[in-house]
């Protein structure tokens, strides 16, 4: 059960962690697609950087 | 989680203290959880109700780390956030279970003090007596199951858009109403806020994570 507990547990943190960052970029001025955008681009370089990782081990 | 005097808690703690919490859920919810064990809860079933005490396990600590009580406290809070066999529990979205509390009493518990039980169900006709290994085996694969389900989830929550995956998590999630979910996130109005809502449920929907079919909302919830 503890392994089902940390996931549910690691998701609501990622949510969490994402709500603050939203309202961040908001208290700083951004309009909501502003601040939606600047979201995406963080989440898809961070993919980028684990792609990169993968890809370097791999070869 | 954050502690009061600015030490994280972590992962082995707050499992060590819901180790009691979730002894505690079990005799104040036995007849909920009888309940959702026959299946009265349709599509949400006991491993939704434990994770969302868990969640709840967490608030509640949260809360009782910043004020600095004594242990005794943590436990009374919880006692009251289980009131009426964890009502508070299955009225959140979105199962939205059963609209009053339960009326089955058991006399002898409520004379001490705790919360009313139903009577343990009798072993159905016809079904196995597990063994131990049996019983741990199957344990270990529905643990796998809620896993891979829990991966699947967090992998369509993903697929949405940030605002829609917020707008959801607020009003499901944090419960709060249309409006403040659209005043927090710069939204024009609630209605703004319950079209990415309803956006948001359509597209798990469609993926297979939300139920297909809602209980009545409570006016200005989302």
């Known amino acids: 059960m503890s392994a089902v507990l940390r996931k549910v547990r690691a998701i609501y943190a990622r949510l969490e962690r994402e709500n603050r960052r939203l309202l961040r970029l908001l208290a700083q001025g951004l309009t909501p697609r502003q601040a939606e955008r600047r979201l995406m681009r963080g989440q898809s370089s961070s993919g980028d950087a684990k792609r990169r990782k993968s890809t370097s081990r791999r070869r | ?222």
């Open chain 2, 1 to 222: 989680m954050r502690l009061a005097d600015g030490r994280t808690l972590d992962d082995d703690e707050l499992l060590a203290l819901w180790r009691h919490g979730r002894h505690l859920a079990t005799r104040y919810c036995r007849g909920s959880l009888a309940r959702l064990r026959s299946g009265a809860g349709g599509f949400y079933e006991v491993d939704d109700f434990w994770q969302d005490a868990f969640l709840a396990f967490c608030q509640v600590v949260a809360e009782w780390q910043a004020l600095g009580r004594p242990t005794d406290d943590l436990w009374r809070r919880w006692g009251l956030a289980l009131w009426g066999q964890g009502i508070h529990i299955l009225r959140r979205a979105p199962q939205r279970l059963w609209s009053g509390v339960q009326s089955t009493t058991d006399s002898g518990q409520a004379v001490d003090g705790e919360p009313a039980v139903v009577q343990k169900q009798p072993q159905r006709p016809g079904q196995p007596r597990l063994t131990g290994s049996e019983s741990a085996r199957r344990s270990a694969e529905q643990n796998a199951l809620a896993l891979d389900r829990l991966d699947d989830l967090e992998g369509r929550l993903w697929r949405l858009r940030p605002l829609q995956r917020q707008a959801l998590y607020m009003a499901a999630l944090q419960h709060m109403p249309a409006a403040k979910v659209a005043s927090r996130l710069g939204l024009r109005d609630r209605r703004e806020a319950y079209r990415l809502v309803e956006n948001a449920r359509r597209r798990l929907r469609r993926s297979g994570v939300m139920p297909t079919a809602h209980a009545r909302r409570p006016r200005g919830r989302v």
